[in-house]
């Protein structure tokens, strides 16, 4: 029987990173000046744009490529990222709200247990690695899921994927392995 | 003229090969004529300097960095004392490394640190326990750029990645670094390395045991095992010495530990509270409170029955924890019953209770019993009164347990943010959302003003 079956796990998705396209060229001054809640930084030339509901930042470049984050889920970041466009349109740009790509989720998930580090990383050598000293955490690589699961020993996991889907199933598939190599003292 | 004036043939031709242009008879070979030696600048410049890795000579002479890295490499092999075949490990593997393309660019200051890199992997692969810290020491070279720079190499030169040396074979190394010798310190002070290894070794794996070890750096540890093994060789003269002081009495280099120094220190702190809570199970204590300062005393004893006091210690705690559930469970039924008479009573006599909050009566958990500290029954009693009522199935895992990692103990509940309304990513978009992001006219007026007079002051 698979662990999996009986333990419900809180998968929690903490960030969600998307990207769109305006398909128009932005003046960054304008916007600096005529929106609210902005800051413009001209050294590294990009606009940041902070939107209460949801609560998203958004990076804006000049050549109208938009990157979207801290939203809570993907219909949150696209509904983030048509009010942003929305409110480029209000200022005045001939904005068109297209490909709109959700680039990377972060999610969290606390197991019930400890996990021996070393054995888990002895026992999925080479895809697991673990080095004390740049890292706590052992980093696990999924590349079929092109997902990264990293492992702390206070049995603590972050899963990072390029959605949600992989994000999940990455969970299902580390469980059976963090499963084996939790231990408490004999 | 066209004629060779050795074979007298008339196959003379004009051969640029070199960089003066020559008449050569192809029939015997000799010069013709030559061209005068440059004089002008403009011919100068057909001969420009050729960059290194732009060469294409086939047998490319060792660039002068390369060899100041490989002479880097062979010092630092003989500081730590690798055997032969080792040696010419990483010296092969820095030139792999060197003439690799992300690594033939990068600056001075990464190939010096690929050097450390190239002896640490070769290292590992022959199971040598050489810690990171150690060799980021011996180069001055700063941590992150170290470990950006192995990483890089690991997947450039497609290292397989070698097993994770254990702290136990690190240790040995360790301790031959402390001058502790008979002759070097006096006596009071003086312990031999095989001593010191031993007494180290059973506190490393009690460390190991007990979630000190997981997830950290290993020096900081290390120099905790060694330091409390030198305290408990002889507690009564050792006992009053601080961790500052033992280094400078094995005379330490200064930056053994890397950067951060208070790490060992709370190390050693760790290590004798687990000390203590194993302490106070011993038979003798009878139970009795056990002071970090004075455990040094007992560690002997300790470690000799080290198994069946981490059994025995962990059973009683699992003991009190059941008893303090069982307690707050007879308590919070007590106060439902209480409070659900009150309610029927005030809804009998037609009033309006208030909102009945049986929470607030339960007792904060754990009165810390025999009246030692334990951390677990001070967090946890924070725990159950600044929730609400946590049934108790709901309880953190971790405080089934005595020994966790450290930073599990201490659990930040995360703030639970109300679940946003559900999206669909598809919604209208109303007009009045969108006024609020952007700036009335007049805003913008006096955000410029504003910006004026801050640029002229």
């Not at chain 1, 740009?93 to 998930?109: G, H, I, M, P, T």
């Not at chain 2, 060779?4 to 070199?18: E, I, K, R, T, W």
Request: aromatic letters at 6%; hydrophobic letters at 35%; charged letters at 25%.
């Amino acid at each position: 029987m698979e662990p999996s079956n009986d333990v419900a796990l809180d998968i929690i998705v903490t960030n969600v990173v998307s990207v769109f396209r305006t398909r128009c060229h932005l003046n960054l001054r304008t916007i600096g000046l005529e929106g609210n809640n902005v800051i413009y930084k001209p050294e590294v030339g990009k606009v940041l744009m902070k939107l209460r509901k949801p609560r998203i930042t958004a990076s804006i470049w000049s050549s109208g490529k938009i990157i979207c984050t801290g939203a809570t889920s993907e219909d949150e970041a696209k509904l983030g990222a048509r009010r942003l466009a929305r409110c480029l349109q209000k200022i005045g740009f001939k904005v068109r709200f297209s490909d709109f790509k959700v680039v990377n989720v972060l999610a969290v998930c606390s197991l019930p247990f400890q996990i021996r580090l070393i054995e888990f990383t002895k026992n999925n050598r080479p895809i697991a690695s673990y080095e004390p000293e740049l890292h706590p955490a052992a980093t696990y690589r999924i590349k079929t899921l092109r997902s990264t699961v990293q492992v702390f020993s206070t049995g603590s996991i972050t899963v990072t994927g390029p959605n949600v889907q992989s994000v999940a199933s990455a969970v299902e598939q580390i469980y059976p392995l963090l499963f084996e190599c939790q231990k408490t003292l004999v | 003229m066209p004629s060779c004036p050795q074979c007298g043939s008339a196959n003379v031709v004009d051969d640029d090969l070199y960089s003066q242009t020559q008449r050569v008879c192809a029939d015997c070979g000799s010069i013709v004529s030559e061209g005068l030696f440059t004089t002008t600048l403009n011919d100068e410049k057909q001969s420009s300097a050729v960059p290194y890795y732009a060469s294409t000579q086939v047998t490319k002479k060792p660039c002068p960095n390369l060899i100041k890295g490989l002479v880097r490499v062979r010092a630092l092999c003989r500081i730590l004392r690798l055997r032969s075949d080792m040696e010419s490990g990483a010296v092969s593997l820095y030139e792999r490394a060197y003439s690799h393309p992300s690594f033939i660019q990068v600056s001075l200051q990464k190939k010096e640190v690929l050097g450390g890199c190239c002896v640490l992997s070769t290292c590992r692969q022959h199971n040598w326990p050489v810690a990171m810290c150690t060799i980021n020491s011996l180069l001055e070279a700063e941590p992150m750029l170290m470990g950006v720079v192995y990483q890089d190499l690991v997947k450039a030169l497609d290292l397989q990645p070698p097993p994770t040396a254990s702290l136990t074979d690190m240790l040995e190394s360790y301790c031959y670094g402390y001058k502790l010798a008979p002759g070097e310190v006096p006596d009071v002070f003086a312990e031999t390395p095989e001593q010191l290894v031993q007494r180290s070794a059973a506190l490393v794996e009690l460390a190991a045991d007990v979630w000190l070890v997981t997830g950290r750096h290993p020096l900081p540890i290390l120099m905790a095992c060694v330091y409390v093994a030198w305290q408990s060789l002889k507690p009564k003269d050792r006992m009053k010495h601080s961790l500052q002081k033992f280094c400078q009495i094995a005379r330490l280099p200064k930056d053994a530990c890397g950067a951060c120094k208070e790490t060992p220190l709370r190390r050693v702190r760790e290590l004798r509270d687990v000390l203590c809570k194993l302490g106070r199970e011993l038979p003798w204590m009878r139970g009795g409170a056990v002071e970090p300062k004075t455990v040094a005393t007992l560690v002997e004893d300790i470690l000799k029955h080290q198994k069946s006091l981490l059994l025995k210690a962990m059973r009683s705690y699992e003991e009190e924890v059941e008893q303090e559930v069982r307690e707050a469970a007879e308590s919070r039924q007590d106060d439902v019953l209480s409070s659900t008479e009150s309610l029927l009573a005030g809804q009998l006599s037609g009033r309006d209770q208030g909102p009945v909050t049986p929470a607030q009566d339960v007792p904060p958990a754990r009165q810390p019993k025999s009246g030692e500290s334990m951390l677990e029954a001070s967090g946890g009693s924070n725990k159950t009164t600044e929730e609400s009522a946590p049934p108790a199935g709901e309880e953190h895992w971790g405080r089934r347990h005595l020994f966790l990692p450290p930073c599990a103990r201490n659990v930040k509940r995360r703030r639970e943010e109300s679940p946003g309304p559900h999206v669909t990513g598809e919604e209208e978009i109303s007009d009045s959302e969108i006024e609020s992001y952007i700036r009335s006219a007049e805003e913008i007026r006096s955000y410029v003003e504003f910006q004026k007079k801050m640029t002229e002051n």
